[in-house]
């Protein structure tokens, strides 16, 4: 199976990428995290990627392309893939197109109001990156999984955060329409899941992705 994940920040890719990865046997490639792996080690990459990163601006479709097509070539993807956060722009989905077309576009749509909150809040482990939000946590530095540090992304900072929702309003919803030209979208509206305090279960959301891919 070959499998997008496309939403806007703090959507929930990440979170659900992990089970429904597992769930289909298939690596989970998270570009982003691609690039925040790239900044911690140092490479050339990192360092031109941690300048558009910061800004809320995505990083030049050449660069992405060129670190995708290398990644589906691995062994691993030989029977699929789950990109999150790839592609994000209609070239990023052209070139795709043309290495390894997906099966299946999952939409995880999820109202602008509700995602302030969701990154403001979120917390990573550095050890095993769980992800996490303030309102779960007992205690906000240390993962209840593992008992790594918890830090928050530098690019969860409000003003970075609207820049961030702007550029997927502007560059990456264009891909709706692309996927759905091709008949491949299936959209999850996550607020038709929302439980009474207004927000969705992640178990929720993952039943109705693997429903939508039945
Ligand atoms: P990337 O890392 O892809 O960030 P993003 O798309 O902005 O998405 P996020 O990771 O912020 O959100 P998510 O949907 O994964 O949500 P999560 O599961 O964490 O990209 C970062 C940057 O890298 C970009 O800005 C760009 O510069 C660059 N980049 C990456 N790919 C690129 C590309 N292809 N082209 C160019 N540049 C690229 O959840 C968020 C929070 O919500 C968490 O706290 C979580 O606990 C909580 N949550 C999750 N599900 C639920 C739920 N159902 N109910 C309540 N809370 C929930
Ligand atoms: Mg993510
Ligand atoms: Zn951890």
Not at 1 to 22: C, E
Not at 89 to 96: C, I, S, Y
Not at 173 to 184: E, F, H, M, T, V
């Amino acid at each position: 199976m070959k499998l997008i994940f496309l939403g806007p920040p703090g959507a929930g890719k990440g979170t659900q990428a992990a089970g429904v990865s597992a769930h289909l046997r298939v690596p989970h490639i998270s570009t982003g995290d691609m690039f925040r792996s790239a900044i911690s080690n140092g490479t050339p990459t990192g360092l031109e990627a941690k300048r558009y990163m910061d800004a809320g601006q995505l990083v030049p479709d050449s660069v992405v392309i060129d670190m995708v097509r290398e990644r589906l070539a691995m062994d691993d993807c030989a029977n699929g893939y789950l990109l999150d956060g790839f592609p994000r722009t209609v070239e990023q989905a052209e070139a795709l197109d043309g290495i390894s077309a997906p099966d299946a576009v999952v939409e995880i749509n999820v109202p602008d109001e509700r995602l302030l909150a969701r990154l403001t809040g979120r917390r990573v482990c550095q050890k095993c990156s769980g992800t996490y939000h303030i309102s779960k946590l007992t205690d906000e530095k240390v993962c209840p999984v593992c008992g790594g540090a918890l830090i928050q992304r530098d690019d969860d900072k409000p003003e970075t955060i609207a820049k961030r929702l702007q550029v997927y309003h502007d560059q990456t919803s264009p891909l709706i329409g692309y996927y759905q030209a091709q008949d491949k979208l299936r959209v999850i509206d996550v607020a038709s899941l929302a439980t009474v305090d207004g927000d969705s279960r992640p178990e929720d959301v993952f039943k109705a992705i693997l429903a939508s891919l039945e």
